[in-house]
């Protein structure tokens, strides 16, 4: 895997603007269609999930080269991420999945086409409540 630092010495950068900086120079590196496929911020104060058994200092990394990744960019000393080029994808187009809460504040990841378009209430039928498995797809 081939390594970019970017000695960022501006204002404090947010995930947004960090992955933006990261996707342009991945683009200078040959990369087409740059995609993030990992991850990791070094000052966050939030522990990101992890396996049992695995680093989590550097589980994203093996996550992400192990997925497609060719190139880590690093940010400053805060953010570093698993690059891989997407150019030979098909890409996806909109999801028919949409997230929707009941009264009660449970989450619900919902496929539109059974629920409908105009319709903000989840249904048995077309939902299911959000837990460890099902995915959040905002």
């Known amino acids: 895997m081939r390594n970019v630092h970017i000695d960022y010495q501006g204002s404090a950068l947010n995930f947004q ?12 590196n ?10 990791h911020q070094s000052t966050d104060q939030v522990v990101p999930p992890f396996y049992d058994g695995a680093d989590p200092d550097t589980w994203w990394a093996k996550y992400g080269s192990g ?3 060719h190139l880590e960019v690093c940010v400053g000393d805060d953010y ?4 891989m080029d997407t150019r030979g994808y098909e890409k996806l187009g909109e999801m028919p999945l949409r997230n929707l809460s009941d009264d009660q504040g449970n989450q619900y990841l919902c496929h539109t086409p059974m629920l409908g378009k105009v319709d903000d209430k989840p ?3 077309a939902c299911v409540q959000l837990d460890g498995w099902a995915a959040d797809q905002f």
Do not use: C, H, V
């Open 17 to 28: 603007s960090a992955s933006l900086l990261a996707k342009d120079i991945a683009r200078e």
């Open 30 to 39: 040959q990369m087409k269609d740059p995609t993030i496929m990992a991850w």
């Open 67 to 69: 997925n497609g990744g």
């Open 80 to 83: 570093q991420f698993i690059m």
């Open 123 to 125: 249904s048995l039928e």
